[in-house]
């Protein structure tokens, strides 16, 4: 089992920043591929951002790139989001979720939620106009 926390949501203006962090515990946090999903209201789950392991790899949304950076620091069990520049589309509940797959420069597997069997409470993050 592998437990997840996010943190540092909140209410920002068009144009701000925010950084999200999750903290994991129990089995081995750094033995697990982990992303960041969003859902806004009657909107499925999307991922916005993964990171391999070792943080070697990382994806993107193309909504989020060049704005948004997933970053974890292993000794910290902490995977962070740092998105800038947000926009009201980015309203939603961000959810933190790991997944025992690797993540390698070939993955495809990391767009789906189906494939990350941890997942945090959720952290609401809206932006205004």
């Known amino acids: 089992q592998v437990q997840l926390v996010e943190s540092g949501g909140g209410l920002g203006q068009a144009g701000d920043s925010l950084r999200l962090s999750c903290e994991a515990s129990?089995?081995?946090?750094?033995?697990?591929?982990m992303g960041w999903f969003r859902q806004a209201p009657r909107k499925e789950r999307e991922l916005v951002a993964a990171?391999?392991?070792?943080?070697?790899?990382?994806y993107y949304a193309d909504s989020v790139k060049g704005r948004f950076t997933i970053s974890r620091d292993n000794a910290k069990n902490t995977v962070y989001l740092q998105m800038s520049v947000l926009k009201p589309d980015d309203t939603a509940v961000y959810y933190c979720?790991?997944?025992?797959?690797?993540?390698?420069?070939?993955?495809?597997?990391?767009?789906?939620?189906?494939?990350?069997?941890?997942w945090g409470q959720g952290t609401q993050v809206t932006v205004s106009s």
């Open positions: 990171i391999s392991r070792s943080g070697d790899y990382t």
């Open positions: 129990g089995r081995t946090p750094s033995n697990y591929a």
């Open positions: 979720a790991a997944s025992p797959l690797l993540l390698t420069s070939s993955s495809s597997w990391y767009r789906f939620a189906s494939r990350y069997n941890y």
